[in-house]
């Protein structure tokens, strides 16, 4: 059973970073696509970044260079390095594992 955990959201103010990870268990790491996803209050969960296995990736339009993803299968763990906040970011992050598993989220608040 693939679990995912995420951690190092926060509140930040616009213009600061945050890098969130996301800890795999419980499948082979690196064999799969992974990525973030993100959920606004009242608004549709939306894609923000995916990694392949071989490290392609591929980023939501509003991320404009702002947000890097990375894994390291070393550690069975996905990134999310977050610069530029606006507080347009603020949102619960979900990692996400190919083709329907998910964490539980991160909340990331940006304040103006």
């Known amino acids: 059973q693939v679990q995912l955990v995420e951690s190092g959201g926060g509140l930040v103010q616009a213009g600061g970073s945050l890098r969130l990870s996301c800890a795999s268990s419980?499948?082979?790491?690196?064999?799969?696509?992974m990525g973030w996803y993100r959920q606004a209050p009242g608004k549709r969960r939306e894609m923000v970044a995916t990694?392949?296995?071989?490290?392609?990736?591929n980023y939501a339009e509003f991320v404009n260079g702002r947000f890097t993803i990375t894994r390291d299968n070393t550690k069975n763990t996905v990134y999310l390095q977050m610069n530029s906040l606006k507080p347009e970011d603020t949102a619960v992050y979900y990692c996400?594992?190919?083709?329907?598993?998910w964490g539980r989220g991160t909340q990331v608040t940006v304040s103006a």
């Open positions: 996400w594992r190919i083709p329907n598993s």
């Open positions: 990694v392949t296995p071989s490290g392609g990736t």
């Open positions: 419980g499948s082979i790491f690196g064999a799969e696509t």
